[in-house]
């Protein structure tokens, strides 16, 4: 169990109230006011102080976010932009970073003023992320970096990337892998948009060639990148899964306002019955889903989650990908335009009316069940680490990376 400082509910609050005296969301802009929200150790409570925390039980943020609605009608949110460097950058640099790169780092992703990146999938190594071929080969004070990313969301407006690679082919593909920082915008990474479904352009292909990287950007020792990835991976399953935390359904409010806005007569009584249940559904799972979040936080037992955020993940991309069809359906043959106005572009925040955005988050969910591991191998994982399963067979396990017959 990770031991956390004591402070009380009210010593919290005095100290959020010391913030808004100095810095105050109504009177300034987000990077101004998450700047003195880090100094003030209030950015994650739960983070050791000096680095944007006062080391105490994850679940006082909250204290803190209900202090500062309470004096300001102005909230600076974390940056949907910043999420990969909140969500798993900083985790995974507290836990394996040196001094000098947390009190370089941290600040500047809580801030929203450095974005990040997640360089972990290839053309041959998704679900299998431990298989891939990227290669990082040692040249005095640094590495050189060779190979292909792929659905890199944001790498094109990154400043870091996190990044495996391979140092050693010759021993069994997990342990051949080490865990680098990336300067995303070091000569020899090329960035190109790929286009999803949805018309955006929100991920990457990245290829790197010859890329030099200092031997200090290393996160854990050299060998061991496996290990820093399942912080990672951990990390990011817990973020992607941490929806629905609005309490009443608050998950669903968007298809329920579709439902009180539907056409009236556009269907037979029967149908609106059965409509009616299937929204009514969405509501309670999305209701599930809060508490089963609130649940796999709960059985966080240290710093960084275990397997047990692969439950909210699961639940969370499927529970969106059914509420999203059901949102289809209420709106019947109108569902099947897009609005006026939409169009190719890159990732940008918020799609205005609730018909526009049941319509993008259709097309949007069906990446839910694959971005930070596919539904399927959630399932894996729940079975093997927390149900105790039998293991899949991996007949891969043993034999070194470079003997492993691959496409
Ligand atoms: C919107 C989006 C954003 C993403 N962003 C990033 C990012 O920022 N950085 C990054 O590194 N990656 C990113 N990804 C990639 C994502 O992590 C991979 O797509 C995912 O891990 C699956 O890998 P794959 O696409 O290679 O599919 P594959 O691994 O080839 O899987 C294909 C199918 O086989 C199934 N399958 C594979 N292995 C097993 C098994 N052992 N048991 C049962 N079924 C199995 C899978 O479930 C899937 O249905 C993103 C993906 C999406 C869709």
Known sequence: MAEYNEMSDEVLRERTRALLEEAHPEKCDSVTFRRAQYEHGLAWVHFPEGYGGLGLNPRMNVVVYDEITKHSKVVHHDPGEAIIGIGMGAPVVLTYGTDEMKKRLLPKIFSGEEIWCQLFSEPGAGSDV?????????????????GQKVW???????RWGMLIARTDPDVPKHDGLSYFILDMRAPGVEIRPLYQITGEAEF???????????NSHMLGKEGQGWRVAITTLMNERVAIGG??????????????????DRKPG???AAQEAILRDKVTRCYIENELLRMTSQ???????SGNPGPEGSVSKLAHAESLKRMWEVAMDVMGSDALAFEHGYELR?????IDTPRGLA?????????????????????????ERVLGLPGEPRVDKTVPWKDVPRS
């Open 346 to 350: 890159r990732s940008t925040p918020g």
């Open 266 to 268: 556009a269907r037979s």
């Open 243 to 260: 929806g629905g935390s609005k309490k009443k359904g608050g998950g669903s409010a968007p298809l329920i306002k579709l439902w009180k």
């Open 152 to 158: 890199t969301t944001l790498a094109h407006i990154s």
């Open 204 to 214: 990457n292909e990245v290829f790197m060639t010859d890329v030099r990287i200092p």
């Open 130 to 146: 431990a298989g891939l071929a990227t290669s990082a080969v040692r040249d005095g004070d640094d590495w050189i970096l060779n």
């Open 295 to 301: 649940r796999a936080r709960a059985a966080q037992k």
């Open 359 to 383: 319509k993008y988050q259709f097309l949007r969910s069906r990446a839910n069940s694959i971005e930070g591991g596919t539904s399927e191998i959630m399932r894996n994982i729940l079975g």
